[in-house]
């Protein structure tokens, strides 16, 4: 049955996710393993909704205020735009986040991914007690992105632990640069997660996934790959 509000929109999103799982798999990726997380900053929530439908289940939001935003404008149309079957979407939170903006996000996000510093984490645990988190890490040394340094994971690990946070994982943004020095910056961050027995590795986008899932990862993060370039390119991650 066509969509009239826009059947080759909806078709060219399901050819490009087709697209992302035959790179996992090409990668050496199990695609029933490795989550694809849809990133949609940028992407109306109509497109979200397509997204899920099309059994995408993992949301991911840069901006809180866009977050919320998007996240309710879903939620108020959802019996009328989505069928029965439709699971509603888990949001990751995976920008960078001020300790002022937890309280806004706190009610919509189901995995915090960018957490990286103790007082950040401290006001996740009294806003979200017990929540599920990543720690990020700045394998990249690129000064404008989020991250711990890969010297100071196992102490966020551990202080993020004595919050009482669930941590499942690492997450990082590739290095920029040659195919090995990107690679190299994911086997890093395997090396952390795996010294500390973390499962979850959310690392890979839309221009390094094979990279990252040939080191392991289990999550890759997903925008223009899946919903074509955004307009407006922000600092990745800012
Ligand atoms: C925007 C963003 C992505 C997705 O980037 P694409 O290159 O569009 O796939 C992934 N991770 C983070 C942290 C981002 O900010």
């Given at each position: 049955m066509s969509d009239p509000a826009h059947p080759p929109v909806k078709g060219d999103l399901a050819r490009r996710l087709a697209r992302v799982h035959e790179r996992i798999r090409d990668a050496g990726g199990d695609p029933a393993r490795v989550t694809v997380l849809a990133?949609?900053?940028?992407?109306?929530a109509s497109r979200v909704a397509d997204a899920l439908e099309l059994g995408l289940t993992d949301v991911g939001e840069s901006y809180v205020q866009e977050l919320a935003d998007k996240a309710d404008e879903l939620d108020a149309s959802w019996g009328e735009r989505s069928s029965a079957a439709v699971a509603r979407p888990r949001w990751h939170f995976i920008g960078r986040l001020q300790r002022n903006k937890v309280r806004v996000a706190a009610p919509y996000v189901?995995?915090?991914?960018?957490?990286?510093?103790l007082s950040l984490a401290a006001e996740v645990a009294r806003r979200a007690p017990g929540a599920p988190v990543l720690v990020q890490v700045?394998?990249?040394?690129?000064?404008?992105?989020g991250g711990c340094p890969p010297e100071r994971v196992a102490a966020v690990v551990e202080g993020c632990r004595d919050l009482g946070l669930e941590v499942r994982g690492l997450m990082a943004i590739g290095a920029r640069g040659a195919p090995d020095v990107v690679r190299a910056s994911f086997r890093t961050v395997r090396a952390l997660a795996d010294g500390l027995g973390l499962p979850e590795r959310s690392m890979g986008m839309s221009g390094d996934l094979e990279l990252a899932v040939a080191e392991g990862s289990t999550m890759v993060r997903v925008g223009s790959d899946l919903f074509?370039?955004?307009r407006v390119e922000r600092v990745v991650g800012n």
């Open positions: 990133v949609t900053k940028g992407v109306a189901q995995l915090w991914q960018s957490v990286d510093r700045n394998v990249a040394g690129e000064a404008q992105q074509g370039p955004r």
